[in-house]
């Protein structure tokens, strides 16, 4: 598996609480992604970052903001958490053109 | 943006039949179509691609098409067995990035035995 860490792997926490998942990578890849994971909704990107300090964002960015000071970590903040923010978080890593290797996923409860 | 259609939603098949999954998808300019089957609790992982300079490809029980003009592709698994059952989704590059990919709904296959 390539080397792609996701923390916390699991986290419950309450409305309007900040809330910061950690994705760290050791494959040196330019390119990282935040999806989230619903039934029914399949793999929605929240944003992206395609270098360090370069991020945009996807089709479900409202509420969240990310950060990539290192090219081995892209955070991902829930500024206010609600409970439609509730979901699996999955990271992602790629070159250009090539595979995407994702994390093992956090599962975040919002109560 | 990007939509990407898939279909069916759900998949159940007897061990051994065949399984094909649909995808359709709006961007012409989209040239690399990968498909990830996800386990139950498990990542999304990588089963087989293809770009656009191939209309098919096969990779042992598993192939990919491809028709451009149409904008469809589809996943074909043989002779399937239990160990295939899991979500299956499609996706495509959008916005004609190489790296920034829209993914389908997903499939739930079940292969019975």
């Known amino acids: 598996d390539a080397g792609i860490t996701q923390s916390p792997r699991h986290k419950v926490t309450e409305t309007g609480t900040p809330v910061t998942l950690r994705c760290h990578q050791t494959e040196n890849h330019r390119y990282m992604y935040w999806y989230r994971q619903d039934p029914g909704h399949g793999l929605r990107l929240i944003h992206y970052?395609?270098?360090?300090?370069?991020?945009d964002k996807g089709e479900v960015s409202d509420g969240y903001s990310v950060s990539r000071s290192k090219t081995e970590d892209f955070l991902l903040t829930l500024e206010s958490a609600t409970s439609s923010q509730t979901s699996v978080y999955f990271c992602?890593?790629?070159?250009?053109?090539?595979?995407?290797?994702f994390g093992q996923g956090t599962r975040l409860t919002v109560v | 943006g990007e939509n990407v259609e898939q279909h069916p939603s759900t998949l159940s098949v007897q061990e051994g039949d065949s399984a094909v999954i649909k995808c359709t998808y709006s961007d012409s300019a989209s040239n690399y179509f990968p498909w990830y089957k996800q386990e139950l609790g498990k990542r999304p992982q990588l089963i087989i691609d293809i770009r656009s300079n191939v209309g098919e490809k096969k990779d042992q029980r598993i192939a990919v098409t491809l028709n451009k003009t149409a904008k469809h592709f589809s996943l074909h698994i043989t002779e399937t067995q239990p160990e295939d059952s899991a979500v299956y989704f499609c996706a495509c590059n959008s916005g004609g990035s190489n790296y920034k990919l829209t993914f389908g709904k997903g499939t739930l296959l079940t292969v019975n035995p």
């Open positions: 970052s395609y270098g360090v300090k370069d991020t």
């Open positions: 992602a890593i790629s070159e250009q053109g090539a595979e995407a290797f």
